[in-house]
Nanobody, 124 residues
Framework: QVQLVESGGGLVQAGGSLRLSCAAS????????MGWFRQTPGKEREIVAS???????YYATFVQGRFTISRDNAKDTVYLQMNSLKPDDTAVYYC??????????????????WGQGTQVTVSS
């Protein structure tokens, strides 16, 4: 069973930065994409960014160049560097990965496994 464990959330002031990490375990293939989503109370979960096995990336339009997704294939870990954070970025951030290799998924239904989430709070 694939497991995803996120870390790196916390409280930061507007304009600050945070780096989220997500380590995958329980699988042997290296062709799986990984992604980051976020959700606030009363709203649907939305994609933030995703990255393929060969480092192709997809970003939501609201990222506007502030966030960078990257991965370390040797560690099967994905990162989300978030800069110029705004109060509107406050949310629970989730890591996710599909069960099919060699894809770059961009919507939630294309992902199979999810982490437990990590809270990001941006104060004004």
């Amino acid at each position: 069973q694939v497991q995803l464990v996120e870390s790196g959330g916390g409280l930061v002031q507007a304009g600050g930065s945070l780096r989220l990490s997500c380590a995958a375990s329980g699988r042997t293939g290296r062709g799986y994409a990984m992604g980051w989503f976020r959700q606030t109370p009363g709203k649907e979960r939305e994609i933030v960014a995703s990255i393929s096995w060969n480092d192709s990336t997809y970003y939501a339009t609201f990222v506007q160049g502030r966030f960078t997704i990257s991965r370390d294939n040797a560690k099967d870990t994905v990162y989300l560097q978030m800069n110029s954070l705004k109060p509107d970025d406050t949310a629970v951030y989730y890591c996710a990965t599909p069960d099919r290799e060699w894809t770059l998924p961009t919507i939630g239904t294309m992902f199979k496994y999810w982490g437990q989430g990590t809270q990001v709070t941006v104060s004004s």
